[in-house]
């Protein structure tokens, strides 16, 4: 396996780690609203914690609500910073794999030329 074919690889891995966490994000932000939801539904005057609300019921649907609320903020923050590593990481992996692919190309362009200057010579030397 090449280094290029490596930086492929891994910048492929990296757009799929991407999506998952977008997708984990997705997801914290339902559960938060669920959460938010099922305690606005259970009290008309919720006590607040900073933007979470909670009720200082004991009855088992609000803690439902509050394991809502806090795992979906978990899951918000977790898939946010995660979807920012891995977008950083694949610009890294696609920054090598320009540079591994413009000497390739460098090479490439300096064979062909090279080429067709022999090309031409043989031809000149060809018809006198």
């Known amino acids: 396996m090449s280094f290029r074919d490596y930086l492929h690889e891994k910048a492929e891995e ?10 984990m994000f997705l997801a914290g932000a339902i559960f938060f609203i669920g959460g938010v939801l099922e305690t606005l539904s259970l009290a008309s005057e919720p006590n607040w914690f900073l933007f979470v609300p909670y009720f200082t019921t004991p009855l088992p649907e609000t803690f439902l609500g509050l394991a809502l609320v806090i795992s979906g903020l978990v899951l918000l923050g977790f898939g946010f910073v995660a979807g920012l590593l891995y977008s950083h990481a694949r610009g890294w992996y696609m920054q090598e794999l320009l540079k591994a692919n413009s000497g390739e190309e460098y090479a490439l362009k300096e064979t062909k030329s090279s080429g067709r200057q022999t090309k031409r010579k043989l031809k000149a030397q060809s018809h006198p």
């Open 14 to 23: 990296s757009r799929h780690n991407e999506t998952l966490a977008y997708l």
